[in-house]
């Protein structure tokens, strides 16, 4: 792989001129989204009652985390009237709902989580919102889509279980330990419980050992949060936590995503078993993917979303850079960072004309890219949040 642009360790950067991310095309791209798509279409729909292209107007107002009272009333009509739509667009509605109003839809989420019966994700998506409103759900668990072996109602049903818990700093050091003689390379971005805080990423070579400059641990900041905030089993949700297949180094077409190298990652059921566990494979067993974790871990399920993830259909949930305005989310915890549609994004700075002046990703490509090989792992775990302090403040002595 050719590394597209050089860059020191400290990560800024030579420059490069990406217009898409210039002052000029980020804001073209927000007057095209304000006005051309959502204004446009709320407007047609709650005056003229005219369809709404619900692909673009959720992609939309789930990009700029709209929180308008446009948006809400839109929202409103359509979940009001939400056995008059096709379950795809009743999908991209939950992604806009999730996004921009995760408290205010309960009733509305209620009376669908009551009455599908054919959706497992549907299903699966309402009964989420009202958890995380700390609404009870065991009724409707226990009569509805019980037999179902669907991976979105395993993992949903996982996460609801009290084996479903965040790591400890203790199993994130038996973790490294673990791996500290596979002779491959591992990445860790280890994650808050709340998307909303960014998580560390640090690198392992093929010699167990953790990658330092200066003598200390590089950690570098990481956002798991999808801009739509579903739950990690759903399309376009936030990044499942488990294991990744790491393939290689590419430059992404997504203008979004930019021009420094991305991390291309393969969930279980992404590609073949053989490729995924670099051996001969053939079969995608639960048992063969929880070997590349301590047998202690093994118990902890949430370590398993990846598998479930990858067995419902997600895909393409990649480690990259970003040109999106920060600006766009300064009222957001996440500030300073960018959300994407489900991968884990770093932060870049760009000047005006579109010259890259700071990139995270590349921090984390020169950290991988100290060994030849490309071919690796990738961790996504969530952290105790009572450990937190302890893994930032001590990780070069805990080891």
Known sequence: MILIFLMSFTGFAQQQSFVFASKKSRADLLIKL???IINQQ????LKFDKPVNWNSYAWATSFLIDSSQQNFSVLKKALSNYKQLSKYDLKK???SVFACFPKDFVLEMTDIAENENENASIFATSIHYL???KKEVKQLLNTKFTDNDNAVIQALRNELKPEYKSISISDLIELIQYNSTKKTKFLYSVQHKNRDLPGKVFVQDENGILLKENGKVVLVDQL??????LPMYITNGNTPTGLFKIESLARSENVFIGPTLSFVTFLPFECEASVFYNNEKKDFLLEDYMQFFPKKLQSNLSIQQTFWAGKAGRGEIHFHGTTIDQEIYKKQIFYGQTPSMGCLCTKEIWDKNGNLL????????N???K????????YVLELNESDWKMFEKNINTLL
Do not use: C
């Open 34 to 36: 304000k006005d051309s």
């Open 42 to 45: 709320a407007e047609a729909y």
């Open 93 to 95: 509605i939950f992604e």
């Open 131 to 133: 958890v995380q409103n």
């Open 224 to 229: 798991a949060r999808s801009a739509t905030n």
């Open 358 to 365: 700071q990139s995270d990703q590349q921090k984390i490509v």
């Open 367 to 369: 950290m991988w890219q």
């Open 371 to 378: 060994t030849k090989t490309e071919k690796g792992y990738a």
